[in-house]
Each structure stands twice: as C-alpha cells, then as structure tokens.
C-alpha cells in the first residue's frame, strides 16, 4: 500500500518508493521533481518565484528558484539519495495572463523555468523531461517506483513525461 504525500505552494517534500508524490496548483510556479532512480528517493519542490535576492521578504527559502533548489537537494542527500545518480523532470512554469506580459512584472512563468534550469545546470543535475510554459495550470504527481511524473491539466487527459 502506497502513500500519496502533498506538496503545498512554496513547500516541499521527500518521499521514497512506493509512496507518490504530488503538488497541485502550477500556474507560473514550477515543480522541480528530484530523484535517485536507485534508492526510489525522491523530493518534490513547489517553487513561485525565480530570485530570493529580489525579494524583501524571502524567509521561506522553498518559495524560490535559488534557494529551494538548494534545500531541495540537501534534503534528498539527507535522505540517502547519492548526488551521483540524481536527475529532475520538472513541469509549470505558464503564462497564466496575458496582461502581465506588458508589465514591469513580465513572464513570471517564464523567468521560473529559466532559473530552475540555471540551477539544475550550476548543480550539475540533468533535466530528463520537461512539460513547461503554455497557458495552463497543472497538477503533477511524481512516481519514484517508474520515475514518471504524471502531468494532468483540467479538461484534459492525464499525460506522463
């Protein structure tokens, strides 16, 4: 019997096989799935913002690109996941208003999914898949026994990346 562990907004979580894993709610947040495909450790991080540095008030080092990256990977190494043999899939990251484009503001998803992927690539960890942009929210449940991180849009069929 398996687990399903939730990851709320600007949170994160670790889980290892058979448990799965989900966060709901990525607009222009993106979900950064982490994992050792031989331990089955595995963390889900639910990021919002690109860069803790522009921020005032960044003490939630989870709701950001910079810095959750960061907590997410010592919390799966704490877990027992070998840096070695991680690799991320990661999803989100939508122009949810068109309006915004315009403003000082600009593509917030967009900016997301860039400093996740600078990220991931200073650390050195591979994105093996990718499910980013568009003008939709999802919801993603991450699988660490299949490693497959289940996409599902509303209105829509559930897809895997």
């Given at each position: 019997m398996?687990?399903?562990i939730?990851?709320?907004?600007?949170?994160?979580?670790?889980?290892?096989?058979?448990?799965?894993?989900t966060t709901?709610?990525l607009?222009s947040?993106?979900?950064?799935?982490m994992?050792?495909g031989?331990?089955g450790?595995?963390g889900?991080?639910?990021?919002?913002?690109?860069d803790?540095?522009?921020i005032?008030?960044?003490?939630?080092k989870?709701?950001?690109?910079?810095?959750?990256i960061?907590?997410l990977?010592?919390?799966?190494?704490?877990a027992?996941?070998?840096?070695?043999l991680?690799?991320t899939?990661?999803?989100?990251?939508?122009?949810?208003?068109?309006y915004?484009?315009k403003?000082?503001v600009?593509?917030i998803?967009?900016n997301?999914?860039?400093?996740?992927?600078n990220?991931?690539?200073?650390?050195k960890?591979?994105?093996l898949?990718?499910?980013?942009?568009?003008?939709?929210g999802?919801?993603?449940?991450?699988?660490?026994?299949?490693?497959?991180?289940?996409?599902v849009?509303?209105?829509?069929e559930?897809?895997?990346?």
């Open positions: 398996s687990n399903m939730k990851v709320g907004i600007a949170d994160m979580k670790i889980c290892q096989a058979p448990d799965k894993i709901i709610g607009g947040c993106v979900g950064v799935a994992y050792d031989v331990t450790i595995c889900l991080l639910h990021i919002m913002l690109p803790s540095t522009k005032a008030n960044n003490s939630n989870l709701k950001f690109a910079d810095t959750g960061d907590a990977l010592e919390s799966v190494l704490a027992g996941a070998k840096e070695s991680l690799k899939k990661i999803a989100g990251g939508a122009q949810m208003f068109n915004l484009l403003s000082s600009g593509n998803g967009e997301n999914v860039t400093a996740v992927k990220k991931l690539a200073e650390l960890i591979p994105i898949a990718e499910d980013v942009g568009k003008n939709f999802r919801t993603v449940i991450f699988d660490p026994e299949t490693y497959e991180l289940a996409i849009k509303a209105g829509s559930r897809y895997v990346i």
